[in-house]
């Protein structure tokens, strides 16, 4: 993509949420990621309360109507369950608290959400703050110092972090 100064996030997590993070100046690449039109896939691990049925988990993956419109099909699998359980959900799209809405309309609502992976860029041990030899973290404090207030390009760079909630007990 062409070289800017403008920071994009690719996708958001909201503050109850944890997991991969993009940041990138590469405009092109934030909306091939973003954008449903590219049919990107973003992977989510999610600790619900209950445990699924299958015919719970066929409503979910036909989509729903939230807020008048129909979400794209998901994918969801089972990868823990007890009381609470684990389920895997791949997805197309994200809207707005999407997952928690859906999961809360079938009566299972979220405990914990942890996106795990955008595309083929995975979380994996990804730490909680990328080390600070990489180079593209002096690009980001340069601008931070300096108030965004760049005149030239800087290099094509895209940041990969984890979002980490503290533990509750």
């Given amino acids: 993509g062409e070289e800017t100064s403008?920071?994009?996030p690719v996708?958001?997590?909201d503050l109850n949420s944890e997991g991969l993070l993009?940041?990138?100046n590469d405009g092109e690449l934030a909306d091939r990621l973003?954008?449903?039109r590219h049919h990107v896939t973003k992977e989510y691990l999610l600790r619900i309360r209950g445990v699924l049925t299958p015919k719970t988990i066929a409503r979910l993956e036909a989509g729903m109507m939230l807020d008048g419109v129909k979400t794209r099909?998901?994918?969801v699998r089972i990868v823990g369950s007890g009381q609470n359980s684990w389920v895997k959900v791949s997805m197309q799209e994200g809207k707005k608290n999407q997952l928690r809405r859906m999961f809360k309309k079938v009566g299972?609502?979220?405990v914990r959400l942890k996106r795990v992976s955008i595309g083929n860029l995975e979380l994996g041990d990804l730490e909680a703050v990328t080390a600070a030899k990489?180079?593209?973290i002096a690009?980001?404090?340069k601008l931070v110092d300096e108030g965004w207030d760049i005149i030239t390009p800087i290099p094509s760079c895209t940041l990969m972090f984890k979002q980490e909630l503290p533990l509750m007990f």
């Fill in 6 to 8: 403008a920071l994009f």
């Fill in 139 to 141: 690009i980001l404090s």
């Fill in 34 to 36: 973003m954008s449903p």
């Fill in 22 to 24: 993009l940041i990138t």
């Fill in 11 to 13: 996708g958001r997590l």
């Fill in 134 to 136: 990489d180079a593209n």
């Fill in 108 to 110: 299972h609502p979220v």
């Fill in 73 to 75: 099909p998901l994918r």
